[in-house]
């Protein structure tokens, strides 16, 4: 079974800050897909970015990156020029591509606070 | 496109009773999962449905059941409530297994 760890529980920055929420993860699967997903106080839950594990190009989103280290198993969120509105519960999820609809494995999250 | 709804949203029960969580996508999606949120937690799978006319369990499904009515709808019941079943649950649905899954707004449930 796969695993998802997000080692940081809470972070604070302040607005317009650049931040960068953790993610490693544990699977023998070769290929594979990995998320990132907001969930604001409203509770609705909102991908933010996606990467597929053949791709070694990193994906971006406006002014959300990921840093995808395939060998390391980490899958790092970066967020620039951070906004208020970017406080919000943020998860780490992964999707096996070996077969069937197994659903998404979601890592504890991080809840980031940003400061004005 | 309203996208994933749920009803209710918001749900007390006592021990034993029993209850029907609703969901409906209207993106002809071909799959739908069942997934719960506890405190510091997150999101468990607990059923899926690859297609019309299937299910599979998932990582937590002990003291539920589903039913996939239609392609749109996708049930999950609680036939027992038992306090361990307090959390919030989330609907989802996804043209495959492999594509981007939209959540609905989560029903929040309660067990004394």
């Known amino acids: 079974a796969q695993t998802v760890t997000q080692s940081q529980p809470e972070m604070s920055v302040q607005e317009a800050e650049t931040v960068t929420l953790s993610c490693t993860y544990d699977?023998?699967?070769?290929?594979?897909?990995l998320f990132w997903y907001k969930q604001p106080p409203s509770r609705q839950m909102i991908l933010v970015i996606r990467q597929e594990a053949y791709k070694q190009q990193n994906a971006t989103e406006n002014r959300f990156s990921v840093n995808f280290q395939k060998a390391a198993k980490s899958f790092s969120l970066k967020i620039s020029d951070s906004q208020l509105g970017d406080t919000a519960m943020y998860f780490c999820a992964f999707l096996d591509s070996g077969g069937g609809a197994d659903g998404l494995t979601f890592g504890k999250g991080t809840h980031l606070i940003i400061q004005p | 496109n309203a996208g994933v709804t749920q009803t209710p949203k918001f749900q007390v029960l006592k021990t034993g009773q029993s209850m029907t969580l609703q969901c409906a996508q209207d993106?002809?999606?071909?799959?739908m999962y069942w997934y719960r949120q506890d405190p510091g937690m997150g999101l468990r799978l607990i059923y899926y449905s690859a297609s019309e006319g299937t299910t599979d369990k998932g990582e937590v499904p002990n003291g539920y059941n589903v039913s996939r009515l239609n392609k749109r709808e996708f049930s999950l019941r609680l036939e027992s409530a038992a306090p361990s079943q307090t959390s919030v649950y989330f609907c989802a649905s996804s043209q495959g297994p492999y594509n981007e899954q939209f959540f609905g707004p989560g029903t929040r449930l309660t067990v004394l």
């Open positions: 993106m002809n999606h071909n799959s």
């Open positions: 699977t023998s699967e070769s290929n594979y897909y």
